[in-house]
């Protein structure tokens, strides 16, 4: 890319770049054309619309984020492009909600979701750490994902939910594809769309089968949380809870996956920064997440559109427009962060947006997310100070612009 003109997000071909060479396109849109149109992707079968714009500021993504009776989420999709509102809550529940019913539905998950309601799987965090450690304590090499980042957060969901392990599985190969973006290895022919919603339909069917046996047999666990009420509260219906699940089963799994892999392969490549944290582990665990956050951005963007005319740094928009939330490229801001390509874990402040922007839509389990990241970071690097990996991540092929920027595999030995 040597122009600005030469940038298409919206290609697969952006998309399949390295990291380095993706990011310097945002920061060139950054510096010459900040808020930039493009053409919507094409999902097969979905009428394409007019396209959308690109918000890469740091600046312009708070903006919209904060404002959400000018930039709604309840419109489209999370997608740039518009899918049919039954298919759209179906896969995003309230993220793809507005007030009242955004506050409804957050606000009973929300009531659930706390450090202290949490208190039980917040400590099951280490155990489950410990547990995948454990079993790759005799091996030299191991393949990353599978053995560490996939598992992980995977357990934890269904730990919390009350899932038995006997159906990780089951959630693992329907998450990979919801989230595959059409990757071919994770599909068996080329009804990506109907393949995308019957893995949703098998979340569905699992946990509402769990939630009734939950009715009958309540247990210490999320779900049944969700679907009994105490005196003068709501709960979920078996549509919202479905939705929900595959909401926590996607976002909640995914992020961490992703977050996990690209942390170990930023550590690999600035070995001074992994030695600095395993000799610094009580002061710097905290401050290494945020970075690999902000680095990572395992979240690409989020949609928003406009509820009337509005200006957006000096850019005059239409009732209906559509726009685009980058936060990598927001996390990147030259104006905010003082040399922003470079991996430092020391990085203070770090105001990134690796969980969204502030308002209604910050992502609601960042405390469970940061949690999980601290612990499987100072339990590897306390048995493993020498951990390293051996190649390159081989990232997801999406078949366009892609909602997390997945890592497949990722070759790793545990000592020198």
């Not at 019913?101 to 750490?129: N, W």
């Not at 959630?171 to 599909?187: H, M, Q, R, S, W």
């Not at 990572?296 to 200006?311: E, H, I, N, S």
Request: aromatic share 8%; hydrophobic share 40%.
């Amino acid at each position: 890319m040597t122009t600005v003109d030469d940038i298409d997000i919206t290609d697969k071909a952006f998309w399949t770049q390295p990291l380095e060479d993706r990011q310097a396109g945002f920061a060139l849109l950054r510096r010459e054309r900040p808020i930039a149109f493009f053409p919507e992707p094409d999902f097969g079968g979905i009428p394409v619309g007019p396209g959308y714009w690109a918000l890469t500021k740091h600046a312009d993504v708070l903006e919209v984020s904060k404002t959400p009776e000018v930039w709604c989420s309840g419109r489209g999709s999370t997608s740039p492009t518009d899918f049919p509102p039954e298919m759209m809550e179906f896969f995003g529940s309230f993220i793809v909600m507005d007030d009242p019913r955004h506050a409804r539905l957050r606000g009973i998950v929300s009531r659930r979701f706390t450090p202290k309601s949490l208190e039980k799987v917040l400590l099951d965090v280490q155990k489950i750490a410990s547990e995948l450690v454990d079993g790759i304590a005799d091996r030299d090499e191991i393949d990353f994902v599978q053995e560490i980042s996939a598992p992980f957060p995977l357990l934890i969901i269904c730990d919390m939910m009350g899932i038995p392990r006997s159906e990780y599985q089951t959630v693992l190969d329907a998450t990979n594809k919801i989230l595959g973006g059409g990757d071919p290895e994770f599909f068996s022919g080329e009804d990506f769309m109907g393949e995308v919603v019957g893995a949703a339909m098998t979340l569905v069917q699992l946990v509402n089968e769990l939630a009734e046996f939950k009715r009958k047999t309540p247990g210490d666990d999320l779900t049944t949380q969700l679907i009994n009420a105490e005196v003068d509260d709501d709960v979920l219906t078996p549509q919202e809870l479905g939705s929900f699940f595959i909401l926590l089963a996607v976002a909640g799994n995914d992020t961490t996956r992703t977050a996990l892999s690209h942390g170990m392969h930023y550590l690999t490549q600035n070995p001074d920064q992994k030695a600095d944290w395993a000799a610094n582990l009580d002061t710097l665990t905290t401050s290494a997440v945020e970075e690999i956050v902000r680095y990572a951005a395992p979240v690409v963007f989020m949609r928003r559109t406009a509820t009337r005319d509005t200006v957006l740094s000096g850019h005059e928009f239409s009732e209906g427009d559509k726009v685009v939330m980058f936060y990598g490229s927001a996390s990147r801001d030259e104006d905010v962060f003082e040399d922003p390509d470079r991996f430092d874990i020391r990085r203070t402040p770090n105001p990134h947006l690796g969980f969204g922007g502030p308002g209604p839509h910050f992502c609601l389990g960042a405390h469970l997310a940061r949690r999980e990241l601290s612990v499987m970071f100072r339990t590897l690097l306390e048995r493993f100070p020498d951990i390293h990996a051996t190649g390159d991540p081989v990232l997801l092929d999406p078949q366009g612009l892609p909602l997390v920027t997945g890592v497949k595999r990722l070759p790793v030995r545990l000592s020198a």
